[in-house]
């Protein structure tokens, strides 16, 4: 049998892109990519990585699941269990909490490293450096400080970490995930995205590190390729040792990830760059390889809908921020709707018709009228039978190792609290919603003021998007980590719940499993579950990858044996 392929994870966040490489099964069932060590430098995010590491060497153990599950249900830490404490053990060091860009932290990685990869030729580098420097919304941010300069934020950089352990190391391939802004980028005149393309085709001079010297070819560098076009990689060459021609900034959109096209219930569009070692590259050829790696899309009657994942989640109710009961929540959710209902029908808008407006007061009276009963603000995750086991390859995915014959164990299942003037505004916008078909639009169609927030400018027209609904018929809008500041943009669809999205949900629509637990307080959970890349996703890349690597065993296996 042959050995597992290592993985390293870093920048690994609760662990998204790990999980999906580490899902893929060889048929004796052992794991076709095995994580030999994830990096994380948030507490709370690593404690998660280190959970769901200890989750998969007790699943692939053969013990009971017992100890993992009765820890989630308030039981025992596994780290305080004799039965398992060497797996604990194992976890630990697997996943490390350390700043990467930090004197300690890359010299721990490195003797890591040097440790665990020695002689090894065939392993995959995976992650995705931190984006606050790339993202639209960080700029807009620095833009701001007259005191700036982007050549002077270190962040614009930590990819160079990234880098450092390709030039060190030289994985047969490497994915790398970037939020959009990515592409677009600059420091000073210069787009940083072509640099980084250059930078991760020749790591060498990049950084001045040579590749180890046991390595067949040690002077070989990486192409780049898109898993969207497989027209475009970099670089584009007749030959290997041809100067590389710089790929047209319009080429760049290729290596954009649209999550909706590929299965997942979500528009998270990534820059995703696959690096494949140029020996393998040259054994295969760039455009073998590029059709290989081209990921299949979805048509649009294909695209999975936010309900087809949510529906099967318990209701639950919001909460008040202030003597929060079941009795003064309906009290609340009565008064705010009759209040929106009649505002609605004395004043006109210039953008909804005198029908639509009476439309969204109907339902909001008949809310005010016969609010669900019994909702509750926790979902309590104790295990029902369930006649038939999950048997869709979506269904399968969410459920995870748990019993297939049980369905009700949900975790960070939990709704928020709000001030009553929220519930309001999200009351309106999800009636809206489900009247309408869209979300409302800032002043122009939440335009009473009885919703309008405590908030200077809300009626200049900078806040359109503050007030959002994640509309049931599509997929959702990206889930991204400002849903911890709060859950204004990510408004649940069904009025009667009148909340915002709960962890659990956020981390559906991200394709978690259901049974993949966030350590922390909910802030910090929902901070990683808006980080992560979607394991589904991720699944995906890795099967292409295997695909790639598969051909490199099969070349070999074909060259003749010298003589």
């Known amino acids: 049998m042959t050995k597992s392929i290592h993985l390293v994870d870093l920048f690994a966040g609760p662990g998204g892109l790990g999980e999906g490489f580490s899902s893929i099964r060889r048929p004796d069932g052992s794991r076709q990519f095995k994580t030999l060590v994830s990096v994380e430098k948030d507490p709370a995010a690593h404690r998660t990585l280190t959970l769901r590491a200890f989750y998969r060497l007790l699943h692939d153990s053969g013990m009971s699941m017992s100890a993992y599950y009765d820890y989630l249900q308030g039981g025992e830490h596994p780290s305080k269990r004799t039965d398992v404490q060497h797996l604990w053990k194992l976890a630990s060091e697997e996943a490390l909490c350390i700043e990467l860009g930090s004197e300690a932290g890359n010299r721990c990685l490195e003797e890591r490293l040097r440790r665990e990869l020695a002689g090894c030729e065939d392993w995959v580098l995976i992650g995705g450096p931190p984006c606050q420097a790339y993202s639209v919304v960080g700029r807009v941010r620095n833009r701001g400080n007259k005191h700036y300069r982007p050549e002077e934020d270190k962040r614009h950089f930590l990819y160079r970490e990234y880098l450092d352990v390709i030039a060190k190391f030289r994985p047969a391939a490497f994915v790398m995930e970037n939020v959009r802004g990515m592409l677009t980028s600059r420091i000073g005149q210069k787009r940083i995205f072509g640099q980084i393309l250059e930078d991760l085709h020749d790591p060498t001079k990049a950084t001045g590190h040579e590749a180890p010297k046991c390595l067949t070819g040690s002077m070989e560098g990486y192409t780049i390729f898109s898993l969207e076009d497989d027209r475009v990689y970099f670089p584009r060459t007749t030959g290997l040792f041809d100067t590389p021609s710089p790929l047209e900034e319009g080429e760049y959109n290729s290596f954009v990830i649209k999550a909706e096209e590929h299965g997942i219930p979500q528009a998270r569009h990534r820059v995703i760059l ?8 040259r054994c295969a050829g760039a455009p073998t390889i590029a059709t290989n790696l081209r990921m299949p899309t979805t048509g649009d009657d294909e695209k999975l809908a936010v309900e087809q994942v949510l ?17 003064t929540w ?7 709707a009759t209040k929106v209902a009649n505002e609605l029908l004395c004043h006109p808008s210039e953008y909804l018709t005198t029908t639509d407006r ?8 008949i809310i005010a009228q016969t609010p669900r009963e019994g909702l509750k603000r926790h979902h309590e995750p104790i295990a029902v039978s369930r006649p038939v086991g999950p048997t869709t390859e979506l269904e399968k995915w969410y459920h995870g190792a748990i019993n297939p014959n049980s369905k009700g164990l949900w975790y960070n299942h939990e709704a928020r609290s709000h ?10 916008c999800a009636t809206f919603s489900k009247v309408m078909g869209y979300s409302p639009t800032g002043t122009k169609e939440i335009y009473l003021d ?5 908030h200077a400018n809300w009626k200049s027209g900078k806040f359109a998007d503050r007030f959002k609904v994640v509309l049931k018929d599509h997929p959702s809008k990206t889930i991204t980590s400002h849903i ?8 649940h669809y069904d009025p009667e719940q009148c909340r915002s999205l709960t962890v659990r949900e956020a981390a559906r629509l991200q394709t978690f499993p259901d049974d993949y637990y966030f350590e922390g307080n909910r802030t910090e959970q929902y901070t990683q579950v808006g980080n992560a890349v979607p394991p589904l996703l991720a699944r995906r890349i890795a099967i292409k990858v295997q695909e790639v690597l598969d051909k490199k065993k099969e070349t070999r296996i074909k060259e003749p044996s010298p003589t």
């Not at 309906?330 to 705010?336: D, E, L, M, Q, W």
């Not at 009476?358 to 009276?365: D, H, M, P, T």
């Not at 009885?450 to 405590?454: G, I």
């Not at 911890?484 to 408004?491: M, P, Q, T, V």
């Open 274 to 281: 696959v690096g494949v070692r140029n020996d393998i590259v």
């Open 330 to 336: 309906y009290a609340a959710i009565k008064r705010v």
């Open 484 to 491: 911890s500041k709060d859950g204004h943009y990510f408004i």
């Open 358 to 365: 009476e439309r969204i007061a109907a339902e909001l009276r």
């Open 419 to 428: 001030m009553e003037e929220d519930l309001a505004r999200y009351l309106y």
């Open 450 to 454: 009885y919703l309008a927030p405590m």
């Open 311 to 327: 529906a099967e989640l318990p209701p639950l109710r919001s909460g008040l921020s202030r003597q929060d009961s079941d009795q």
